[in-house]
Each structure stands twice: as structure tokens, then as C-alpha cells.
């Protein structure tokens, strides 16, 4: 567990970690992680990160316990939630709340990098601004690797939207 400030972040290893391990950035999404709302592809893509770093024998999951709804609470999010079920998508919802696209800090991941001795990565997601955070940060990503989730009828206009205005892989 890593604090920062009065939030308590939660990071998975496998048994040692060298540099240039698989990692995954995960942001919590109760609905998603916990409960396996079809509504996102969160729970899909924590699963599959926990197989792919266990197998790879080297490798970390950081669990920021203060990206719920991209930063904006869970309380927010399932008021965004009900935006999107009178027709806004997930990035139009939130600004109609009142808050940017994405207002998650990745900044703790560089002192749980700089713990484990980490100055290059390999990062599975399918979001490129992570890869902006980390370079940003000073952390090298020598490879990205993407997951491939089937969408399903409650989260295809989601991925899509993902796709299409937060230009995710
Ligand atoms: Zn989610």
C-alpha cells in the first residue's frame, strides 16, 4: 500500500520485480472491478491484467483507489450514468457535470517505480495518454501492449466513444 497524502493506493507484484516488468495502471471502477457491470470494460481488462502479469513473472498492478469515473467519485459517476442513458456519451456526460474529460493523477506511480527500482516498463493498456503520463514522469514504456474486449450491447457505445474522442486502441 502506497499513501499519498490521505489516499492509500494498492499495488500488486509478482514474487521479485526487475526492471522493465509488465504493468498495468488500473483505475478503480467499483461498478466494474467489484460488481461486473456491463457498462464498461474495466472488470474485463483488471482480469485479464492479473493473468498476463502473473504469467509474465515480472510485473506490478497499481490499483488507484482515486480514479473512480476517471477521477470524478462514484457518486458522480453514476449521476454521469444516468446523462448517458438520456443520450450523452461518457465524455459528454461528465462535462455536462461540470468536470473535465479526465481529471485522474498518476503522479504516486512514479514513487512506487522509483521503490521497486523501475525506470523502464512494459504497459498493457489501450489508452496512448498513459503512455504520455509515464514518459512525462521520467518512466521509459519500451512496449504497449493492448487488450482485445469484445464489447457487448450494454458497452459497445462506450468503447466506441472511447475510441472515437479519447482515441483509445
Ligand atoms: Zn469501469
Known sequence: VFCEADIEHVVLTT???QDNPL????SECITGDVFSSL???CGEQLHQSLQQIASSKNGLLIYFTNHEGRGIGIGN????YAL??????TVDANH??????DVRDFKVAKDIFDFFGVQTIRLLTNNPEKIRHMTEMGINVSE?????IAPNPHNESYL????KKLGHL
Open 15 to 17: 514474487e521479485s520485480i
Open 23 to 26: 504493468v498495468r495502471l488500473h
Open 39 to 41: 457498462r464498461c470494460d
Open 77 to 80: 459517476k453514476i449521476k454521469a
Open 84 to 89: 448517458q442513458d438520456q443520450g450523452f456519451d
Open 96 to 101: 455536462q457535470l461540470g468536470f473535465p474529460t
Open 144 to 148: 504497449t501492449l493492448s487488450f482485445a
Open 160 to 163: 466506441s466513444t472511447k475510441k
